[in-house]
């Protein structure tokens, strides 16, 4: 059986998360404790350095060269900044960690205001959580009651204080220069970096930007050494990652695995296998910034290095399981709109290139693609990933390109034969009605919402595929399989 | 260190308030996915019934344990024993729980096998 480590999640199902007494009891602010009573920022930050700690909102830059970069920068004023905007669909994991263990981030930000010199923290968290804002000010409540969040934190002089700010949950808003300027309330539209928040951020100032569960590890890795924690995982991945199981698996839910297990761990293992026990297909990591990972890749052991080998990339932690029924080319077209929708129009090569994409993907799944379109795809998606300003238009094209990678046959056999063999393009199947198999009971043609169906009382029946608009309604009425999907 | 063997001290008193070892301990899911699920009328029945009862229990709300497919899902602790997560619980099954598993210490269906470890 493979195993679960939970680390960002240790307190998660365990305490109640409206209780600072329930996460003092498990070593809760014992970290922060003795960070400002033992240890040098430096000293702290060198221990995050050791530890391998990644940023784990996406790009997986080491945390502790963050921490060090900040507090290099001479200011009078510095902030920490927590993103918790995740906007990735399908992944729920930075939520779970905030409704189920708010101190955690709290205790491992105003350690991070220790190391960096800042003395403020601002959480930027999408309105669409209440739940998990609710719990954040109880929290911050009652940590600033018990002496550990305001001034003079613990008797030691130290003073550091938080406030959370809303998003309206754009995708685009995730992207850390984004996010200040959103917060800054301006436009939610990136900039070019560098300089890079830990040098110029929030109000110009130096902002250490971290993502919830990468700040969720802080406090462990305090409490047990940076030993323990580089025990854990690859050589160049260290720790563990918690992952959202989405899609045609089993148990959908939450799971925490140390890095390096692999994708047939994952999915057989722990997520109980494909529903239905169909046949898997693909797994998207990294939501619309990421590509599919397929059979050839089960044994891969997961990390940011062999995902982005792969042709994919770790993202914030959706995984979102494909079976047989999937097209490989809608699931393309369907992050491509995605993209559209988000993309924040700045700048050309994605704000036109990812419409220009969308259009060509559409015309592939509605029958009409040729060869030629299948070499756009890929010639555009290039561009549109060398040429954008942000990480958005820069990995957008990803699915387009890992899609075509893995599933090239799934492309030719839409373009040239115009079918699509998981039966998911509506314009590339017909249904018809199997005479052998119709006994005239007319329910069909009764239900037929466009009136397509003709025929006599006990006659086989006929769809007039002009009319037609492929709703399925008949084929689930008929009581004796007569129609069937071309 | 004086400031958190203090905080250490004063936080074992506090706890063992709450939870002695000699407790039933009642661990409902409240995070988004569990109450949409269902898990909030599940806790205010635990709560209820299991004072209605006499049953001496801390029943308390905590977040995601991740198993979103079985939500609402509840984690009962006997005193002396390990915990054992029940999914699909509704209240019919609360009181399946209470009457069967925690009364007469039958073992009933619904159990989620847990497979980690914690840090
Ligand atoms: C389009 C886009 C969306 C992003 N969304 C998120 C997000 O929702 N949450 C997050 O933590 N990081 C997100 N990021 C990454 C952030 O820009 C940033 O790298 C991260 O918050 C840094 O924290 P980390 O080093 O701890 O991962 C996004 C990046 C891009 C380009
Ligand atoms: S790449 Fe897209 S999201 Fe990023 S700045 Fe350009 S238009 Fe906006
Ligand atoms: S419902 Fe089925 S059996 Fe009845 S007329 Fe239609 S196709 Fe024939
Ligand atoms: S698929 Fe819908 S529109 Fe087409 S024949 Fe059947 S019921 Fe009519």
Known sequence: MARQIRIALRNCGVIDPERIEDYIARDGYMALAKVLTELSPEAVIEIIKKSGLRGRGGGGFPAGMKWEITRKVQADQKYVVCNA?????????????????????????TINGYCTGASKGLIYI??????????????????????????????????????????????VCGEET??????????GEPTVKPPFPSVEGYLKKPTNVNNVET?????????KGWEWFSSIGTERSKGTKVFALAGKINNVGLVEVPMGTTLREVIYEIGGGIQGGKEFKAAQT??????????KHLDTPIDYDNLIAAGSMMGSGGLIVMDEDDCMVAIAKFYLGFTVEESCGKCSPCRIGNKRLFELLEKITQGNGTMEDIDKLRNLSTVIKDTSLCGLGQSSPNPVLSTIENFMEEYHEHVKDKKC???VCKSLMQYLV???????????????PVNAISGERKQAHLIDQEKCIKCGACMEKCKFNAIIIN | MDLRENLKAKNAALSQKDNPQSIIQVKVTMATCGIAS????????MKEELSKRNIPARVSQVGCMGFCYAEPTIEITMPGKGPLMFGFVNTKKADEIIERFIRKSEAIEGVIPMNYETA
């Open chain 1, 434 to 448: 199997v005479p052998e198999k119709c006994i005239g009971c007319t329910l069909c043609a009764r239900n037929c």
């Open chain 1, 178 to 187: 984004a996010l200040i300027h959103s917060m800054e309330g301006l436009r």
């Open chain 1, 286 to 295: 990294g939501g619309p910034s990421g590509g599919c990972l397929t059979k």
């Open chain 2, 38 to 45: 269902g898990s909030r009328p599940v806790y205010e029945y």
């Open chain 1, 421 to 423: 063999r998981s039966k």
């Open chain 1, 215 to 223: 700040f969720a590890n802080v406090p462990v890795i305090i409490n």
């Open chain 1, 85 to 109: 905007d995740e906007g990735d669909p399908g992944a729920f994991m930075d939520r779970s960690i905030l409704e189920g263990d708010p101190h955690a981030v709290l205790e491992a930000m």
């Open chain 1, 126 to 171: 999408r309105a669409e959580y209440p739940l998990a804002v609710e719990r954040l000010k109880t929290a911050m409540s009652q940590s600033r009651e018990t002496g550990l969040l305001g001034n003079d934190i613990l008797g030691t002089g130290f003073n550091f204080d938080i406030d959370i700010r809303y998003g309206a949950g754009a995708f």
